[in-house]
């Protein structure tokens, strides 16, 4: 492992602070931003050095210990990293996810909903929920298990209903809390990359990264530095 010092990097209007390459396994660190970004960093490393090290193999750029531990044999560093991770994304936070809407959503949820004359199943599920996050996880208990095509068909058309149902006129998308739970951490992350799981923010060892210089700046901070 090797660091440069303002030699690597791309500098200009929001160059980054400091990157790991994994190819070359060295750390830059911008000449005068730089400062703080040094454990981040050095995480990085280990987290991609780490696996091909313990198989006694060639690595990949790819390959992180903090996003797929079974790249390592079982033993202690493999459990650990498989408990960090769960650590990182577990808790009681649920997803947002984007459900489109079609012009006539509205109308097709109305006449299903408000205009039959007794409600049974699905749709009284989803009348009782209430709100719009309670109804599309309604919709989707109710075909929880369902793998035919034709059930799959009906579920996205019932979460739709549910969606526009509870949205207002003219909306063209619903953004409803009904993806998998998660941790406050991962939650946080993923509104950091505007919803979309593991674009940046939300890659697992950016997450464990960031952990990491948490636990470095924690522990100099109990040692006054």
Same mark, same amino acid.
Request: proline share 3%; charged share 25%.
């Given at each position: ?48 050095? $780490? ?8 690595? +990949? #750029?790819?390959?992180? !210990? ?16 498989? #408990?960090?991770?769960? !650590? ?28 039959? @004359?007794?409600? @049974? ?10 709100? $719009?996050?309670?109804?599309?996880? +309604? ?13 799959? #068909? ?7 209903? !549910? ?7 003219? !909306? ?18 993923? =509104? ?26 924690? =522990? ?6």
């Amino acid at each position: 492992l090797s660091v440069a010092f303002g030699a690597r990097g791309v500098g200009g209007k929001g160059a980054a602070r400091a990157h790991y390459e994994p190819i070359e396994r060295a750390i830059n660190i911008t000449k005068m931003n730089g400062g703080g970004s040094f454990g981040h960093e050095v995480y990085h490393a280990l987290d991609n050095i $780490l696996p091909s090290l313990l198989r006694g193999a060639e690595g +990949a #750029k790819d390959e992180w !210990a903090s996003h797929t531990p079974e790249l390592m044999p079982d033993g202690v560093i493999r459990s650990a990293f498989t #408990k960090l991770k769960q !650590a990182l994304t577990s808790g009681t936070e649920r997803l947002t996810e984007t459900i489109k809407l079609a012009p006539n959503s509205r109308e097709t949820a109305i006449y299903n909903l408000d205009g039959a @004359r007794v409600l @049974r199943g699905v749709a009284l599920a989803v009348k009782q929920a209430g709100n $719009l996050d309670d109804a599309v996880l +309604a919709v989707d208990k109710a075909f929880q298990g369902q793998t035919l095509p034709r059930s799959l #068909k009906q579920k996205k058309q019932w979460r739709q209903i !549910a969606a526009a149902y509870y949205s207002p006129e003219g !909306a063209t998308e619903a953004v409803a809390k009904s993806g998998t739970t998660v941790s406050n951490f991962y939650l946080e992350a993923q =509104k950091l990359d505007d919803g979309k799981t593991g674009k940046y923010w939300s890659e697992f060892h950016e997450m464990a990264a960031r952990a990491f210089q948490s636990y470095l700046e924690d =522990k100099l901070a109990e040692s006054g530095r």
